[in-house]
């Protein structure tokens, strides 16, 4: 039985926008019980690694989980489990046939699902999907029909498409939030342009620095505002180029003297295709800092430091001399050159240029 246009209005549509609702699928699940008059439909997804007993379940309808403890029969959900992993992908089975070989069980078994106030049950086993295996699951009051059935093995492969859209899609989301964390971490904003030189995007730090430093706002659609006329110019010209051949050479751009903020300029070819078709030019701008309480606590763990050696450290890695470091942290410059002498001793370092690199090549640099 094929999918009627009904269907696929009423179902297919809700389960490739289930994508992104949260919890996930969560229309399309409730549609689903009630076009089948199921009590329960559910989700069952174990990922790449997980056992059986870690699956992951979205449902509608009725928490059979939490009723099956309140009737005493905890293990009866649990013990079908085991059985889902000998199903063939693709094939729509019944709970009773997975348990006919144990009348024993098959009597037991019937009488608890009847304490739940079920009668009938279907699960399909799809095809594996980026490492993670899925069921589709329904339960029902009354006995199943052929319907129910063709329905689930109608749906399997769109549901195994959507399952793929989301997987890929969340891990991406996971890569690019740790992408963006490294970035903020390190001091690196971004912005994206198009051939003309237009903003296509820009991250909120990058934006805050510009607008805090020109006075003027990065607004999508619009060139950088606020910059040097010379800045502008090149950037311009290194997005006409980088236009023309993507390949060509990177290059650094002065946005702004007083204050002064830099970028490198790289070919659109760094960023994904899928984030904007006309993209051609990336900017990476290095933004300001605030001294972080944190990063004073990792540098003195991860080199054995006291606290205020290590925070004048990190003063004289920003580049202050010893006296510009004693005042900012209140002590007088003979302590401070106690403290620095101390620290080259400590960290086998001679003089402040390898003092910084000692610094910045440490992971504390990032807290």
């Known amino acids: 039985m094929a999918l009627t246009s009904r269907d696929e209005t009423d179902l297919l549509l809700p389960l490739f926008a289930g994508i992104r609702e949260e919890p996930r699928f969560s229309t399309f699940l409730a549609r689903l019980r009630r076009r089948t008059g199921a009590e329960y439909v559910g989700l069952v997804m174990r990922h790449a690694h997980a056992s059986i007993a870690e699956a992951v379940e979205l449902f509608a309808g009725r928490d059979l989980r939490r ?187 002065v946005l702004s003297e007083a204050p002064r903020l830099e970028a490198l300029l790289l070919p659109s070819t760094v960023v994904p295709a899928t984030m904007h078709e006309s993209a051609a030019m990336l900017a990476l701008c290095r933004l300001p800092r605030p001294h972080s309480p944190e990063r004073i606590a990792q540098l003195s763990r991860l080199l054995d430091l006291p606290p205020r050696e290590a925070e004048l450290a990190i003063a004289l890695g920003d580049g202050l001399s010893i006296a510009e470091a004693a005042h900012a942290m209140g002590l007088t410059i003979e302590t401070a050159r106690n403290y620095s002498k101390r620290l080259y001793a400590k960290l086998g370092v001679r003089g402040q240029a390898e003092l910084v690199r000692a610094v910045y090549e440490s992971s504390a640099a990032l807290a």
């Open 67 to 253: 009723q099956a403890r309140e009737t005493g029969t905890p293990e009866l959900l649990a013990l079908d489990r085991l059985q889902y992993e000998h199903l063939r992908p693709g094939r729509v089975y019944s709970m009773s046939e997975l348990i006919e070989h144990d009348p024993v069980y098959r009597a037991e078994r019937a009488r608890q699902v009847r304490r739940l106030g079920l009668a009938d049950e279907r699960v399909i086993r799809l095809t594996e999907i980026e490492g993670s295996t899925v069921w589709l699951m329904l339960a029902r009051a009354s006995p199943c029909s052929a319907a129910d059935s063709a329905l689930l093995s109608n749906l399997a492969p769109y549901l195994t498409e959507a399952l793929r859209t989301m997987i890929v899609l969340e891990r991406q989301q996971i890569e690019g939030a740790i992408g963006a964390a490294g970035l903020a971490r390190s001091g690196t904003g971004w912005i994206l342009f198009d051939r003309e030189a237009r903003v296509l995007g820009i991250d909120d730090a990058t934006r805050q620095a510009l607008q805090a430093m020109t006075g003027a706002d990065a607004r999508p659609g619009e060139r950088l505002r606020g910059v040097d006329l010379r800045a502008e110019r090149e950037l311009i010209a290194a997005a006409g180029q980088f236009a023309a051949d993507p390949g060509g050479a990177q290059r650094a751009v």
